[in-house]
């Protein structure tokens, strides 16, 4: 049973443009929504987080829109780069200090020089 | 890579044969967790540790155990290996409230 689902699947976006991927949840008892960033061959990494508190949060080039109500967020990358090519992972955690992460299946992200 | 080694990267075995991986990471993080990535599927986890000697179970844990004996190494076995484990195998550490590093994977076919 998913819990989180991640669209789209895949993306290609023109160099400078916005790239926008969306997760949405059911479980209202997550409270912790991170995106991880995945090369191939790579481990995921950590890029940015949010938590339900707060409806945006800006990282460089990178901002989450959170959304409580319609238990959706997403995530915008402005001015994509070719070197931004990648899977995206959304995931969403429950509270307490054993939190596990529910994943989104990913979003495969092409920028086009 | 925030110190996070895996062994081996890469491994085939056959059927029905016993398998540990290992994951090493130097910066003394409590938290350390294994997932498996495949198609379709994304990340699942499978087993995590908080601390030596204390772990407990992901969602897809069944055929897999793990141990934890000390702060820097946690081992996942596969006890009698099958084709569906075939998989991607990334170990992760918590820094602050998350996994925030991984490793860089293990390659692992069974046949």
């Known amino acids: 049973q998913q819990q989180v689902k991640q669209s789209p699947q895949s993306l290609i976006v023109q160099k400078g443009g916005i790239s926008i991927i969306n997760c949405a949840y059911e479980?209202?008892?997550?409270?912790?929504f991170p995106w991880y960033q995945q090369f191939p061959g790579k481990g995921p990494a950590l890029l940015i987080a949010?938590?339900?508190d707060v409806s945006e949060k800006k990282e460089g080039r990178f901002t989450i829109s959170f959304n409580k109500s319609a238990k959706q967020f997403s995530l915008h990358i402005m001015d994509s780069q070719p070197g931004d090519s990648a899977t995206y992972f959304c995931?969403?955690?429950?509270?307490?200090?054993?939190?596990?992460?529910?994943w989104g299946l990913g979003t495969s992200l092409a920028v086009n020089p | 890579d925030a110190g996070i080694t895996q062994s081996p990267r890469h491994k085939v075995t056959e059927t029905g044969t016993p398998v540990t991986l290992r994951c090493h990471q130097t910066e003394n993080h409590r938290y350390m967790y294994w997932y498996r990535q495949d198609p379709g599927h994304g990340l699942r986890l499978i087993h995590y540790?908080?601390?030596?000697?204390?772990?407990d179970k992901g969602e897809v844990s069944d055929g897999y155990s793990v141990s934890r004996s000390k702060t820097e190494d946690f081992l996942l076995t596969l006890e009698s290996a099958t084709s569906s484990q075939t998989s991607v195998y990334f170990c992760a550490i918590r820094e602050g409230v998350t996994e925030a590093f991984f490793g860089q994977g293990t390659r692992l076919t069974v046949v």
């Open positions: 949010i938590r339900p």
């Open positions: 995931a969403a955690g429950g509270a307490g200090n054993n939190r596990k992460l529910i």
């Open positions: 540790s908080y601390g030596v000697k204390d772990t």
């Open positions: 479980n209202t008892a997550f409270d912790y």
